[in-house]
Structures are given as C-alpha cells and as structure tokens.
C-alpha cells in the first residue's frame, strides 16, 4: 500500500481498458473455485446487520439507479435490439441486483475517454456516481477528495469468490488502490503473460515459398522480401506487404501488428522498467537495445518490406489487407484470430497461425517482458448513497463469467456468430483473473481434449472445448477463432511462463510521472516513428535519451527506485 502524494497539476495518460478482446485477461487461481452458493450470499451481506438499507434477498427495493460513464467503443458488436444501455448484463443486473446503471455519457475511443474525464476532473464539474479511471486521474481525485472509501462496501458485500479472484495477483491490484489504508477504487486486474505476443503468419505462404518459419530475425527478414517481391499469394500482382504494423505504434506487446513481440527479440522492453547492469531499475525505452531493434525496422521500411502506409492503418485496416491477402505477418495478441483475422470472409486464412517471436541472434525462447500494473480502475463518487452497490456489481460479473453459476455463452461471447458478440465488454464493473487463460483454461481444455472428458471444464472452458472440436471435424468457422487462440497460449506459455519477467515498477504514478510521463511518452512516439519512417538517425535516438533524462526521466528513474527501495 502508498501513502497519497501532493498532484501536481494533471496530465492525460492514455486509458488502456485492460479487458476489450476476447479471452485477454487470466488468472493465478490453480483450479476453477466452485463455491458453495450459501457462502457467497453469506459473504454477500444479504441478511442480518451487513445488508445495506434497502435491500431484500440482496436486491434493492426500490431499485437503486447509477448514473455512470464509459468507454463503449464503436466497434463492439450488440445482439438485434441491444445497445450499451439495454443489453444482456443490464437487465441481469437489475432483475438480479436491483441496479439501474444509467450512462450519462460515453466514449467511442479510450483517447476521447480519457479526454473527456480529464476535463471534467481539471474544471471541476459534477462526476458521475460511477466511472473508471487510470492510475493517474486515481491519484488526482483521491487527492482531492472526491472519491468514495470502498473498504467497508468491499469488505462486507465481495464474496469469498471475488475477493479470491481479486488477490490472486499476490495483492498488487488491490494495494494499488489502496491509500492510506483506505481502498479507493476496484482495480480491473488483467493477463500477465497472456498480454504477450506471438508471430502471426501464414503457413501456406511459406510452404508455396519453400521457407521454413522463421528461427532468427534474420529469417524474418527473408520471410518479408519473399512476401513482397515473390508473389505469395499466386494473383500476378506485387501487392502484399512483409511485416505488419499498426498505427501508433505499440510499443508493448498484446495488440494487433504492435512492437512488443519485435523488441524483446533484441532484449529491448520500452514501457517496462527493467534491472540495469548495476542492478538499480532503468527505463526500458533508452536502452541501446532499443536503437538497434528500431534502425533494423528502418532498413526493412527502407527496403520495401514494410507498408508505406503503416502509419494510418489501424487494427481495422489491417483486417481490411489480410483478409485481402496483402498481408501475412505480423506481431500481435493472442485473440487476433478472432480479430481482425475473419475466416468467413476468406477461407484461406485458416493458414494463418501463431508461431513463437524470434531474436536477433536466434535464440531461444525469447521471454517477454509484462507489465503488472493495472490500467483501469473502477471509482464512485465520495457522496454516492451506495458505494457498495459497485462491489455487487462486481460480485455477480465474476460469478456468470467464471464462478459455479457461470454461463460464458450468455454473458461471456457468443462464438457462433461473425462477428463474434462479446457480451464482456458491456459491464462498467469488472476484473479479471490474472492467470484464468494462461495455464488455468489451456491446461484444463488440453486434457479434456486428451481424455475426451469435458465433465470438469466450467462454462468459459466448455465452449472453446466445443469450439476446437468442431475445428477438428471441419467447421472452420466455427472453431478456427478459439483453436488458433489456443495455439497462440500454447506458445507463450512455453516460452514465457517458466521465465516470467515482469516490469520492476508497478506503483502509483510518481510525483514527477503526473507532471511529465505524458509528455515524455509523446516525445518517445514521435521520434520512435521517425526513425522506423527513414526520417530519423540513431543520433535522433541518442538525443531523444538525453532528452528523455533532462526533460523529468531523470528525476522520474530516481523516484521509481526509491519506490522499489520502499517496497
């Protein structure tokens, strides 16, 4: 736990929602947690003193209403009839619970999001009762008392399954949102290694080439020229791209056509705080390591082998070049099989499957690095009549996602479709076990895979068992989303799960982040995409390093092992 720390002004760090694709979160429990039903309502506080005015058999009466904010994107994908306000989470939630949450606004991107709070926090504006927040604009409103102390609410009203689920990442998320003793948000934990990448590639590409998937950097580069200049996918025209990037770019693994998997095969980590040579933490983007792995993107921009116009081609677009075939690489998350690879559309792209990230020097494995600070937290108002209504809320997400009661094809996703309806994204409210895919979900569908035995999976393992079973016997549409995703767990867990290697910081924002880390991470963009671009030189990244240092990095690397010194 931190003590609150003076704010310094406001500044906007981009809101990164920890859960918006499918199956991307995972937890540290060992097995599915069946509890006995009495337990949880015992926990629950739904008689006796603990249950708040109110409220009978655990509902409110009368319903109790929420007005909240949040980020619906404008690519989520609602069942005929449904929208972000009307859907199957907001009637479970208030024939179940008594809970009305109604959106005073919303967001169409995390970057609007972010903007828009931050405004509201800086001109000191009404908040809503309810909405989420990243670490930053955490520190700001708990600074100046504008948020709900959740100890007693979490406390009373979490049940055993949400408290085992919530502490399951050693307690970081939780101490994270802990001030002075005080709990002051719910903490929307995440995957840790699930977050890493694999290499995206089709392997009829390959075999029509003659080329063996790729060992080495090296091999990469020779996979790419073949893919541009040797006509891959047979149509006569030189059409298709080498290696896949998306605008940005991502600098951390876990997206779609991100950096992250391409750095750590130089042993290169921007955004992670690693364990320099004299042990004390140092920032991971102004590492040498870095400058090489971005002059050996240039040379491949330079040479062709990477699209001119990356630099405006989202995860969309992308989709747009694969299912196109002008596109048969890349670096990215494991549910890119889902999304924006789509099978339906072009069935050749049952080709395209997870392989492990290569290094430079060949290698193996290359371990990633993962970042276990938490990106979003959820936050009531100080004033709002029922704070514990938040934990409820929470409470009953965990139980129909992952909990005895759980019923993935209803409130989880709907595989069934294209595209797929993931039903997950709806609630405000929410966290995730931090190892749930990665090995919990892939080590239980493995053996029942093996055996035949599907009697022990829960409902979330149920499906992807059918769902690569139905691959197996030729509904690729069907299976080809989850089997591949699959694949892709297979992969980094065996190459990142015995050597996890996690970013050495993972506290509060320090003094000097608040005032300085938004800028200095503009600053890192801009100068990381002249240089992939042929635009810039490694004396660019030369001087952006001691930029980075003179302009707050410096005083920011000092405050972060102070932090680790306390910590």
């Not at 708040?52 to 994908?77: H, R, T």
């Not at 991107?109 to 930053?136: C, W």
């Not at 750095?263 to 040579?277: D, E, I, L, N």
């Amino acid at each position: 736990m931190h003590t609150s720390k003076k704010v310094i002004g406001s500044s906007g760090l981009a809101l990164i929602l920890a859960m918006v694709l499918v199956l991307s979160g995972c937890s540290d429990n060992e097995a599915q947690v069946n509890n006995e039903p009495k337990a949880q309502e015992t926990a629950a506080g739904t008689a006796g003193t603990n249950a708040p005015a109110g409220q009978k058999d655990g509902k409110y009466d009368p319903p109790v209403e929420i007005v909240a904010a949040q980020l619906a994107e404008s690519n989520w994908v609602y069942d005929s009839g449904d929208d972000i306000n009307n859907n199957v989470w907001s009637r479970y939630f208030s024939d179940t619970l008594g809970i009305k949450v109604k959106l005073d606004w919303t967001a169409a991107k995390a970057e609007d999001y972010t903007n828009k709070l931050n405004v509201i926090i800086g001109s000191g504006d009404n908040l809503p009762d309810m909405f989420q927040v990243n670490s930053t604009q955490l520190q700001q409103l708990v600074e100046e008392g504008q948020l709900a102390d959740l100890t007693e609410a979490f406390e009373q009203s979490a049940k055993p399954f949400t408290k085992e689920l919530m502490n399951k990442d050693g307690g970081i998320g939780i101490s994270s949102a802990t001030f002075d003793g005080k709990l002051m948000a719910l903490p929307n934990l995440a995957g840790t290694i699930t977050n890493n990448d694999v290499l995206w590639l089709r392997s009829d590409w390959l075999k029509k080439l003659g080329l063996a998937e790729p060992a080495s950097i090296g091999d990469l580069e020779a996979i790419a020229d073949a893919f541009v200049n040797k006509d891959p996918d047979g149509n006569g025209k030189k059409d298709s791209y080498g290696l896949g990037i998306a605008q940005g770019p991502v600098m951390t693994g876990g997206d779609v056509a991100d950096l992250g998997g391409w750095f750590a095969g130089f042993k290169a980590y921007p955004g992670m705080w690693v364990k320099g040579s004299d042990g004390k933490i140092v920032y991971g983007g102004i590492q040498p390591q870095v400058k090489e792995a971005l002059l050996k993107l240039q040379e491949l921009y330079k040479n062709g082998l990477i699209d001119k116009e990356w630099i405006v081609k989202d995860g969309g677009k992308l989709g747009e070049d694969i299912i196109g075939n002008k596109l048969g690489m890349w670096y990215g998350g494991n549910w890119n099989s889902l999304w924006p690879i789509d099978v339906s559309k072009n069935a050749d792209l049952v080709n395209l499957k997870p392989y492990s990230i290569v290094s430079v020097d060949g290698s193996k494995p290359v371990v990633q690095a993962v970042n276990p600070t938490v990106n979003s937290y959820t936050v009531i108002r100080k004033g709002y009549e029922h704070p514990e209504a938040a934990v409820k809320l929470l409470n009953e997400f965990q139980e129909k996602m992952w909990g005895a009661t759980s019923e993935n094809a209803k409130f989880g996703a709907n595989m069934n479709v294209t595209p797929v309806v993931s039903y997950f994204k709806y609630p405000l409210v929410q966290s995730w076990p931090t190892t749930k895919d990665i090995p919990d979900n892939l080590d239980a569908v493995e053996a029942a895979l093996a055996s035949g035995d599907s009697s022990k999976l829960n409902s979330e393992q149920i499906e992807a068992f059918n769902a690569i079973q139905a691959f197996k016997k030729g509904d690729i549409a069907k299976g080809y989303g989850t089997m591949r995703q699959f694949d892709a767990f297979a992969i980094i867990k065996k190459d990142n799960l015995p050597n996890q290697l996690k970013s050495e910081f993972y506290g509060a924002p320090t003094p000097t982040m608040v005032t300085k880390k938004s800028s200095l991470d503009k600053l890192e963009q801009e100068v990381f995409t002249k240089i992939i671009m042929n635009k810039g030189s490694g004396e660019d990244f030369d001087k952006f390093v001691a930029d980075w240092n003179s302009l707050g990095g410096d005083q920011i690397t000092k405050e972060v092992n102070d932090w680790k010194a306390s910590h």
